[in-house]
Nanobody, 129 residues
Framework: QLHLAESGGGLVQAGTSLRPSCAAS????????MGWFRQPPGSPGSEHEF???????????RYAGSVPGRFTISRDNAKNTAHLQMDGLKSEDTGVYYC???????????????????WGQGTQVTVSS
């Protein structure tokens, strides 16, 4: 089992950067692919929007078409952490950001929220224009 906790959200101005982090506790973090998702304001019942995913060893990544070149996902298996570097933030990036984990010891990534087994509680990101 894996427990995930996000941090590093906040209120920032458009055009600036943030780097939310995801700390994992539990066994075998290195066997999980990690993903970042967000939920825009006013849509608590909607499916989480996929942003980025990274394989267990960082050898494969995938990004949503809405964030090309602005977001970079990374992980540090020695520290059981994953990060999402977000540059050039826009007001439409506002939302609650979640990290999630899916068992993938053989490698590979997925952008499908329902495939992820563990989720953090989320961290709020607000971008003012």
């Amino acid at each position: 089992q894996l427990h995930l906790a996000e941090s590093g959200g906040g209120l920032v101005q458009a055009g600036t950067s943030l780097r939310p982090s995801c700390a994992a506790s539990g066994r075998s973090f290195g066997n999980y692919a990690m993903g970042w998702f967000r939920q825009p304001p006013g849509s608590p019942g909607s499916e989480h929007e996929f942003l980025a995913a990274i394989s267990w060893n960082g050898g494969a990544t995938r990004y949503a078409g809405s964030v090309p070149g602005r977001f970079t996902i990374s992980r540090d298996n020695a520290k059981n952490t994953a990060h999402l570097q977000m540059d050039g933030l826009k007001s439409e990036d506002t939302g609650v950001y979640y990290c999630a984990a899916v068992w993938r010891p053989g490698g590979g990534v997925t952008g499908t929220p329902r495939e992820y087994e563990y989720w953090g509680q989320g961290t709020q990101v607000t971008v003012s224009s």
